[in-house]
């Protein structure tokens, strides 16, 4: 095994879109991801081609959402994982968004969060958004606080602070970026979690999302919305992380870490919660 291991997330917004596309396939030849967790998948494995649904090197789980062709969330490996754990909770498992995964003493959690946008652009969903987050974070707090070595990552749909997107003032009142939003990741980092790119990075002009519209992505008018959280566990074994702008073949663009092969070597126990409520930290 090599001494590092190269660790992505890619929201592809339609894998079979972005597969027709040829760009997850040159992705995969080009960087070589030892873990790539996938958001918005928007398909069953069944709807999936062979090339997609297992391509070549990789082993592949999903969870995916009861509505066709929304949502989901992939996790590929060239290892086979020790443990795999599809769900969280009812009211969120419908729409496919997270996914556990465990290698040796390395756990990775792939999530989709939620958009707090309503069907009429009200901001109607940013509670369910919020329940989302608060789950997740039940659901890893005794493992964490415990040292295992855990990394969160995928599209968190929240630019946590001015840096992270390019027009701060004109967006307070837009989803992903208002106040009770950006609270919800100063909790995070409050806890313990460690927003892996900001940990190498301090500086602005980084975005990992644009709209389609206008030409954002090529004037970079974007948001960093896509994360990867290391536990303080997991921290000291991440060597860097990146922001792969130029990948193309999404919305999104992949962001990742590189971390040491040691992370995933001791004993785990699994990544136990506490219980199956959603209040509290």
């Not at 398909?43 to 997609?52: G, I, S």
């Not at 599809?86 to 009211?91: D, N, S």
């Not at 001015?162 to 992903?176: F, H, I, W």
Request: aromatic content about 10%.
């Amino acid at each position: 095994m090599s001494d590092l291991i190269k660790i992505l997330s890619w929201n592809v917004n339609g894998l079979r879109a972005c597969g027709n596309k040829g760009h997850f396939a040159a992705w995969l030849d080009t960087h070589g991801p030892d873990i790539a967790a996938l958001q918005e998948v928007r398909a069953t494995p069944e709807q999936l081609p062979e090339a997609l649904r297992q391509p070549p090197g990789y082993v592949a789980h999903f969870n995916a959402a009861e509505q066709l062709g929304y949502s989901g969330v992939g996790t590929f490996s060239k290892r086979a994982p020790d443990a795999v754990e599809v769900g969280l909770f009812k009211k969120y498992d419908l729409e496919g968004r997270f996914l556990m995964t465990r290698y040796g003493a390395l756990t990775i959690v792939n999530g989709y969060f939620p958009n707090g946008n309503g069907k009429e652009r009200d901001n109607s969903r940013i509670p369910y958004k919020l329940g989302f987050y608060r789950a997740v974070h039940r659901r890893l707090v005794k493992a964490m606080k415990a040292g295992e070595r855990i990394l969160v990552m995928g599209d968190f749909n929240t630019a946590h602070t001015e840096l992270d997107l390019a027009r701060p003032k004109q967006n307070v009142k837009t989803s992903g970026f208002t106040p009770t939003e950006r609270e919800e990741l100063d909790q995070w980092v409050a806890a313990g979690w460690v927003d892996t790119f900001r940990h190498f990075e301090p500086g602005p002009d980084h975005y990992s999302w644009w709209s389609q519209r206008l030409g954002a992505r090529e004037r970079n008018v974007g948001w960093r919305i896509d994360y990867v959280f290391a536990s303080p566990g997991a921290m000291p074994f991440v060597r860097e992380a990146m922001i792969q702008k130029d990948v193309l073949g999404s919305d999104h663009c992949p962001v990742g870490v590189i971390v040491d092969a040691a992370i995933m070597d001791g004993r785990s126990n699994g990544t136990s919660g506490e219980g199956e409520g959603e209040a509290g930290r």
